[in-house]
């Protein structure tokens, strides 16, 4: 059996008839950025998230970046992040003018630890912008218990989190603001780049709208210095589409991460952490080993692809010299010791087994 990591065609393949439809009503309407199927795309997404206001932009490292610009906090204020997220988390602090603070993660969640976050808290510290990793919600009581505590903002990066609960709300709806991709191997994935954000605040909302589009409040008038970070009509109907599938998506994800949860029995792996199981939406099934290496070369032998989320802490890049003779032994441990298997809505129950079978004869 060969088992790719991720197939996009093979995710888009039940939409692909309507994609089709869609790509050529929106080519003779003749309107291609910033029109009605974006506005339609941001009520429903909003509606979908129970927030107030939904803003369409490029990309998601565009989304963080726009709601940091919008928060005005001074030049080199700090902002306390995972120091395990994925990097466009931290370039979007320091694209916005701000400096990363970096926080140790929990072993057991692979999330910011909450338990760690006052230590750094310190007199410039603005906010708190936490990561949704592989589709679990952050412990947002104590987050918020903490950020009231020093009065500072807290943000979502959302990006890997679409519809991921907690206490009964949905990611986006549990901050001042949330950036969200839709990047194509994403749970809610366009053709393309594409990106919004989620806000509750209606001055932040004011300045999100303007900065997305160059800083622009009405034509040939520019309030804020802004980007050119807008999300276009073809995007925004697949986006419409896709939508709708979301909730069963999820669902079906839910499914195959509980049937891995609870056949997967090999003593060399350990399982991610299951408090939260039907809340999760499972963007990526991540198992952890010593023999890393070793495993991965056994599942593609057997024709099963994996992936690395990731190999590379942001703190031991290039792109970061200045951190790289920091320890963060958490972070690296997990760097080490991740492996992701296959997990999306084109599996079969049939390669599911399989998958399953061959982990446990590991
Ligand atoms: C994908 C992703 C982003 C960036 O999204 P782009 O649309 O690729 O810019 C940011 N944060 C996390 C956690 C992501 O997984």
Redesign the pocket.
């Known amino acids: 059996m060969q088992i790719p990591f991720l197939s996009l065609k093979l995710i888009n393949k039940p939409f692909e008839v309507e994609i089709q439809n869609i790509v050529k009503e929106v080519v003779e309407k003749g309107w291609y950025i910033l029109g009605e199927k974006g506005k339609e795309f941001e009520q429903n997404f909003a509606k979908f998230c129970g927030v107030k206001h939904c803003f369409g932009v ?7 970046i726009i709601i940091l610009k919008a928060s005005n906090f001074p030049p080199s204020s700090e902002i306390i992040v995972a120091a395990n ?5 931290i370039l ?1 602090i320091k694209q916005a003018g701000y400096i990363p603070v970096l926080v140790e993660p929990s072993l057991e969640t692979y999330l910011i630890d909450s338990a760690n976050i006052e230590k750094v808290v310190s007199s410039k510290t603005k906010a708190i912008l936490v ?3 592989y589709g679990k919600c952050c412990d947002m009581n104590s987050i918020s218990h903490i950020a009231q505590k020093y009065n500072l903002h807290v943000f979502e ?4 989190a679409h519809g991921a609960r907690y206490e009964g709300k949905i990611a986006g709806n549990l901050s001042d603001a949330a ?5 194509p ?2 749970n809610l994935g366009a053709l393309g ?3 919004a954000i989620t806000t509750n605040n209606d001055e932040l909302a004011e300045k999100i709208l303007a900065l997305r589009n160059y800083g622009s409040s009405k034509k040939y008038v520019f309030d804020y210095q802004g980007l050119n970070s807008r999300l276009d009509e073809i995007q925004a109907a697949i986006l419409n589409l896709k939508l709708q599938q979301l909730n069963l998506d999820n669902q079906y994800r839910r499914e195959i991460a509980s049937i891995y949860l609870n056949q997967i029995k090999n003593d060399k792996v350990i399982l991610p952490n299951i408090d939260t199981i039907n809340d999760d939406v499972w ?1 990526l099934f991540i198992l952890r080993t010593e023999y890393r290496d070793n495993l991965i070369k056994f599942l593609n032998s057997k024709g099963i692809g994996t992936d690395i ?1 990731y190999p590379i802490p942001p703190h031991k890049q290039k792109a970061f010299e200045e951190w790289n003779d920091k320890s963060l032994p958490i972070t690296e441990k997990i760097h080490h010791e991740v492996v992701s298997i296959p997990l999306n809505t084109a599996l079969t129950k049939n390669e599911i087994n399989y998958i399953v079978e061959t982990i446990n004869s590991y």
Not at 58 to 64: F, I, P, Y
């Open positions: 490029a990309n998601g490292l565009d989304a963080l997220t994925y990097i466009a988390t979007a990561t949704h990793l990066d959302a990006a890997q950036g969200f991709s839709f990047y191997s994403k780049d594409a990106g963007h989320h």
